[in-house]
């Protein structure tokens, strides 16, 4: 018998019988009822916006949704021979600011994975490098950026550095958390089977801390992403933050709100994307 049969077989004296599904014209209904809810509410904000602006009657405090709209236009053409902003489209900025933040949040999680697993099975490791990670995580993203301005420069090498670092404590402190509460009688059962500290880690101790180290790994993609605007201040453009804090500097307050939009919309895309991943890596999550 391996080791995952045997978690399997203990799992199961459990009793615990899987949950049964709704009706497929029930999943359907509750779809709908979601969508149109969603569609009211966006109507409704636009609605509390235009009214907003129209109260205030100033476009530098409150630009309207249409002259967010004609920015939108703008920034994503060729007008009056401006190419999008600054020379480069919005979609390029938007292409540059998610390369960055691909490349640093792979980094910065595949990091966090791998402390965050000795943290959770080496107790010394872990009382070394919690204060660590925690004094890291305390920390604002533009506390170290200049740091790392002063050490690697202006170019990309910085903004890398700042996401990894961002992304990294998140993902450590959740897959530490899980791994360390593990099931004490899963891991007892494997062992007594003959399983090695390596064949326990990886048929019972991961399985169980996938789903809270998808959270963490959610958590840390957001947080790559909202420190993408401290990212890119010095030198980032093109890119979407750069685009951002450049049109602030000019009181651009329409291209300062379509950058706005733009994370915000390609940020619940990503997490989206994540969450179907965890749905199909992490079929047992919520199911006992």
Known sequence: MTVVSAVQTVAADNGAAPPT??????????????????VVSLVALLALWQLLAVLTDNP?????????????????????GVRGYSGHLLVEHLGVSLRRILIGSV??????LVLGLVMG??????????????FVRALPPLAYFSLFIIWFGIDETPKLWLLSIAALPPVAVATASAVKAAPATLVEAARALGGGRWAVTRDVVLPHALPEIFTGIRLAVGIAY??????????????????????QRYSQTDVVVLGLFAIGLSGLLIDALLRTAEDRLVPWRGRS
């Open 121 to 134: 099975t080496v107790a010394w490791v872990r009382v070394a490098t919690e204060p660590v990670v925690t």
């Open 21 to 38: 599904r709704p009706p497929r014209a029930q999943r359907h209904a509750g779809w709908w009822r979601r969508v149109a809810l969603r």
């Open 226 to 247: 909202s420190s993408v605007v401290a990212a890119e201040t010095i030198n980032g453009v093109p890119g979407i933050g750069g685009m951002v804090r450049d049109a």
């Open 60 to 80: 530098t405090f409150i630009p309207s949704p249409g002259a967010v709209w004609d920015r939108l236009v703008q920034t994503s053409t060729t007008h009056d």
């Open 107 to 112: 980094v910065g999680v595949a990091a966090g």
